[in-house]
């Protein structure tokens, strides 16, 4: 019990410790915050979701008495609480009907929370947060708009030591760009910190789940039909548009990875898998519009079924020669 309590309470005060370092304003501190949920992930992982909850609220006590009572607050919600939840999902287990596992089951015959529906519950985090932050700027499409004008005007002013007004195309530019950026900034955040914690918890032999399987790794079949509907309503003006952009952008990514994952089971059998799988991710690194075509490679795989083909029409290994 001692050291249960004591793993959450290091977890804690090095979220808190990653958070704080963005008063510094060191260049580093931005790193430093968006892994800030990789701890809390990590010990809800390895040592169960008790302990992220306790890493958690430790971590967010300690940025109430460092730092101040609101911005704990907007700790817990936007980084301990979503850490903890995912973390429980990561590790969400049953019995597998009938006694029979299932495609993610362990040895003992688990089934294991599917890896899409984890996809989609990151999906609806990144939406929620990214809804949040707007809302922080206003209650209504206008006065959201309003408040990026002003301030990009500033942020822009600054920089270029000219005066930038509101009306300024550019201004208007990141006014539209930004809703998107940063939905998708959350997802990216999210799924790489709850894959570096299940990494680090399978390194040290603390992932009690398999690793899942990247070729049966699917979103559910109705998550097409909400993008398609989201999509349609993104062309709507006032917050239901703003909100659709946001819905879109979190679902788009979402098809994203499972390019990624089409990628890795397509190119099982390539002698240089490795040198493609490589420069497929440093091209994504260096040229984010990149994602548009994974988006489309796992839309497609979501209509025509590319990797059950695939796996369905793959030879078998030779027999070795006796």
Known sequence: MMVFGLIALIAGAASALMFASMASGAPISLVLVYLAPLPLMLAAIAWGPLCGAIAGLVATLLIATALSPP?????????????????????????AADGVAGSDAAPLQVEWYPLGRIL??????????????????????????????????????LVSETTVTESDPVVGLMVAVIPVLVAASQMATLTLNLWLAAKVAAVSGRLHRPWPDLSGTSLPPMTLVALCIALAFSFFGGMTGLLAVVVTTVLMMAYALIGLAVLHTITRDLANRAFWLAATYVIILMFSVSLVLLTGLGLADAVFGFRERFLRNRQPPPLPIS
Do not use: C, N, Q
């Open 71 to 95: 911005l704990a607050l907007g700790y817990g919600l936007a980084f301990a609480l979503p850490a903890w939840w995912l973390g429980h999902l990561a590790m969400l287990g049953r019995p």
């Open 120 to 157: 989609l519950w990151i999906a609806a985090l990144a939406t929620l947060l990214t809804a949040g932050s707007l809302f922080s700027l206003g209650s209504d499409a206008p006065a959201i708009s309003e408040a990026m004008r002003r301030g990009f005007a500033k942020v822009l002013s």
